[in-house]
């Protein structure tokens, strides 16, 4: 069944609604409040008539309009009720917050089953229990925490709340933004595989980031993640034993045997990464450049040094620095101060500025030979930005941008670039990275 | 011949001072006076009679005073001439920053050699050319840039001003300073042998971090590094030939062989990193941390996710996440709340606060069985820094703390920790290469 109702849901229902500020039932009803969410809210709460402005209702039986989507926050036991409730007033999704279900062990197994239960026969999709809730930026849909707003083209999903908090964190002070956070949970019903259906045919989206811990049906996300139309990014541990014990005590889950995801990746063309940086750069090298179509780069560089630590690192990972030819190196000669190195990397030297970057950059994306740009700022350079968004428009090979050394001018030149969508790496390894993504 | 002159200048004559804002000639007098060095400042420049408020002399025979240190910044064809001046005045060591010497060819080579010569005649040391020249915290010196002036424990060297700029950038953001950059530039005469034996012996630098694309005299930095009191890192490129040709180019450095060099540095105890990051965190936890006395470590954290990927990374690269005696279990399981999870990692789970992750610490320093603790901050949690900033000094054990996902929270609490000298990770791989550099 579709999770419309729960992205693009009209109207939401907090159930555990607070005044207390301390309380999660406080914080999910203010973010979603904040975030500007368009549509109906109704905090229910027996013990209220009015939570931060607005009517509280005893039960969700005594709400008149139709609910989409209802966001529970109540200990435990008192779950499978609101869920009887849910299903009599027709609600289609429910994303259940509160802990002590399956991950305290058997009495808290047995509580989750039942609230599967109620949810199966009123046809109730489920996230959760023990979950972080969803934002979804493009319905000012934040039912999680913390409250971000920043709209974008990457999907989170994971099994853990604070990777899923920190990617979001990063996106939006880098100002590139997300589509949304899904945190995973128990998984008892919606898993990794349903969100892959649905970020796959949303059109926000462009990318689905996924930490996770294990996967329920091996079988389904190898197909799900082979028919989806968006590229996949997929941190998971557990390639340990001791690993792989921690997993069981945090989620449940069983990580099962690391080669066999491996190769599953592999032949459903997953990414995998190796650290929640990677995927955060996988992620948004896979959003915002485009497709690799050869291993040949071009750097151009106005430090020497961060030129030759890309060098190094690309050629170690099957990529081609190559000579250039001496047609393209004989005009990048003729227009360039005689202290710049023509070769690959380009070394404009420390006195460069934009316009240099320009006139090189112009030749280089027009040279058969060379399949991607790395263009490194390596000093304050004003008007990188714009020189970018230029270039990038000549033809589809992909220019990937480090910038660093640059003090002030680095910062608003990166916050910029990435306000249009242009990914700027702060070293030159996670340039490379970016790199490794694309091809 | 000790480079004190240098470093420890009471007095500096700035060759080449200027009035112009775009000229570095401007920019380096201007930092030294911002920057507050206390000793005296003379700029020469025959044209003009006063720069920035301060009397200008026509040339360094007509300052009457000593001069510790001189900084050239005219064009090369001028700087011999220069260098015969301040032997005939007594200057001990002199930088160079002006380009146009070796790195562009014969003419250049030529040049250089004749500056050496004079140097050599008048027992001056030389700095360059072709460099960025030297920021000394605890000098207020800042005869580079950018300035920077956050003093801190660890002495960067580089052959690329921009890898220098870039780890001084972020030392200074993070809040933990350092205590001297050198550029390299050319290596005419000082290279990276006279300031690892200079920083050895220097009492504010506790780490030494190297950025370098050849060694000279391979035996010479093997003894050196050998004699240094203090732990020193290298990011060294040239592994790949691609790499090896882009040094001839920027440097006239010879990379030599990686294997040799590889071994060089395990014989002399010199870490060797991978990456400009590694160089950073590497430096960062060798200034700041205990060492290392086995390999067992004990995760404590309040985010499952984080825990596991620490996990995971610990026991791949030979460290062990041991499970922990039942006597240790007994006495967290009597204090914390039931659904935390006692095991290693230890998970407080999201709701933790810093007095549970302090009773937890507590005991667990002076477990016999723990040779380091990794504590991941993965919510806001208040208090943090307080909490490590006892634990720290109940033992030498090294305590690595890792703080993601804690938005506004961890901003003041990473800042406040990094005000103490203690060094914060913003990811669980991070922190784990921290433990790695200590090992």
Same mark, same amino acid.
């Given at each position: 069944?579709?999770?419309?109702?729960?992205?693009?849901?009209?109207?939401?229902?907090?159930?555990?609604?607070?005044?207390?500020? *301390? *309380?999660? !039932?406080?914080?999910?009803?203010?973010?979603?409040?904040?975030?500007?969410?368009?549509?109906?809210?109704?905090?229910?709460?027996? *013990?209220?008539?009015?939570?931060?402005?607005?009517?509280?209702?005893?039960?969700?039986?005594?709400?008149?309009?139709?609910?989409?989507?209802?966001?529970?926050?109540?200990?435990?036991?008192?779950?499978?009720?609101?869920?009887?409730?849910?299903?009599?007033? !027709?609600?289609?999704?429910?994303?259940?917050?509160? !802990?002590?279900?399956?991950?305290?062990?058997?009495?808290?197994?047995?509580?989750?089953?039942?609230?599967?239960?109620?949810?199966?026969?009123?046809?109730?999709?489920?996230?959760?229990?023990?979950?972080?809730?969803?934002?979804?930026?493009?319905?000012?849909?934040?039912?999680? =925490?913390?409250?971000?707003?920043?709209?974008?083209?990457?999907?989170?999903?994971?099994?853990?709340?604070?990777?899923?908090?920190?990617?979001?964190? =990063?996106?939006?002070?880098?100002?590139?933004?997300?589509?949304?956070?899904?945190?995973?949970?128990?998984?008892?019903?919606?898993?990794?595989?349903?969100?892959? /259906?649905?970020?796959?045919?949303?059109?926000?989206?462009?990318?689905?980031?996924?930490?996770?811990?294990?996967?329920? /049906?091996?079988?389904?996300?190898?197909?799900?993640?082979?028919?989806?139309?968006?590229?996949?990014?997929?941190?998971?541990?557990?390639?340990?034993?001791?690993?792989?014990?921690?997993?069981?005590?945090?989620?449940?889950?069983?990580?099962?045997?690391?080669?066999?995801?491996?190769?599953?990746?592999?032949?459903?063309?997953?990414?995998?990464?190796?650290?929640?940086?990677?995927?955060?750069?996988?992620?948004?090298?896979?959003?915002?450049?485009?497709?690799? &179509?050869?291993?040949?780069?071009?750097?151009?560089?106005?430090?020497? !040094?961060?030129?030759?630590?890309?060098?190094?690192?690309?050629?170690?990972?099957?990529? *081609?620095?190559?000579?250039?030819?001496?047609?393209?190196?004989?005009?990048?000669?003729?227009?360039?101060?005689?202290?710049?190195?023509?070769?690959?990397?380009?070394?404009?030297?420390?006195?460069?500025?934009?316009?240099?970057?320009?006139?090189?950059?112009?030749?280089?994306?027009?040279?058969?030979?060379?399949?991607?740009?790395?263009?490194?700022?390596?000093?304050?350079?004003?008007?990188?930005?714009?020189?970018?968004?230029?270039?990038? &428009?000549?033809?589809?090979?992909?220019?990937?941008?480090?910038?660093?050394?640059?003090?002030?001018?680095?910062?608003?030149?990166?916050?910029?670039?990435?306000?249009?969508?242009?990914?700027?790496?702060?070293?030159?390894?996670?340039?490379?990275?970016?790199?490794?993504?694309?091809?």
């Amino acid at each position: 069944m579709s999770l419309d109702s729960m992205f693009l849901a009209n109207s939401i229902a907090i159930v555990g609604a607070s005044r207390d500020p *301390k *309380k999660l !039932g406080y914080t999910i009803l203010k973010n979603i409040l904040d975030g500007g969410f368009r549509g109906k809210i109704y905090p229910v709460n027996p *013990k209220l008539d009015e939570i931060l402005g607005l009517k509280a209702y005893p039960s969700l039986l005594n709400i008149e309009g139709e609910i989409d989507l209802v966001v529970i926050i109540v200990p435990a036991k008192a779950v499978p009720q609101v869920m009887e409730d849910a299903g009599r007033k !027709g609600v289609k999704c429910a994303i259940v917050i509160s !802990g002590g279900f399956r991950e305290i062990g058997i009495e808290g197994e047995a509580l989750e089953k039942q609230v599967l239960e109620v949810a199966r026969k009123y046809g109730i999709r489920v996230l959760g229990p023990n979950c972080q809730g969803v934002n979804y930026t493009y319905n000012n849909l934040c039912a999680s =925490w913390p409250l971000l707003a920043k709209k974008g083209a990457i999907a989170i999903i994971s099994q853990s709340g604070t990777v899923g908090a920190a990617f979001e964190g =990063w996106a939006v002070e880098e100002g590139i933004g997300f589509s949304a956070f899904v945190s995973l949970g128990n998984k008892a019903d919606i898993d990794e595989v349903d969100l892959i /259906d649905f970020f796959s045919r949303d059109g926000n989206t462009r990318v689905i980031a996924l930490y996770i811990e294990g996967v329920r /049906d091996g079988r389904r996300f190898l197909e799900a993640a082979k028919k989806s139309s968006k590229p996949i990014v997929v941190l998971k541990p557990g390639k340990t034993e001791r690993a792989k014990v921690a997993i069981q005590s945090h989620t449940k889950a069983v990580a099962g045997r690391d080669e066999v995801f491996n190769a599953a990746c592999k032949k459903a063309g997953v990414k995998r990464v190796d650290s929640l940086i990677e995927l955060y750069d996988f992620s948004k090298a896979l959003a915002y450049l485009n497709k690799l &179509r050869g291993k040949n780069v071009l750097i151009v560089t106005s430090s020497g !040094g961060s030129g030759i630590l890309a060098t190094d690192l690309l050629e170690s990972i099957g990529f *081609k620095v190559i000579e250039p030819s001496s047609d393209f190196k004989a005009r990048l000669r003729s227009m360039l101060p005689t202290h710049c190195i023509v070769d690959n990397p380009v070394d404009l030297t420390g006195d460069a500025n934009a316009e240099m970057y320009e006139k090189v950059l112009e030749i280089a994306i027009e040279e058969p030979a060379i399949d991607a740009l790395l263009v490194i700022f390596g000093d304050p350079i004003a008007g990188a930005c714009e020189v970018i968004d230029r270039i990038r &428009r000549k033809n589809d090979k992909p220019v990937v941008v480090c910038y660093l050394g640059g003090g002030e001018i680095e910062k608003i030149e990166s916050r910029e670039m990435h306000s249009r969508g242009i990914p700027v790496f702060p070293t030159p390894e996670r340039a490379v990275s970016a790199l490794k993504a694309l091809g």
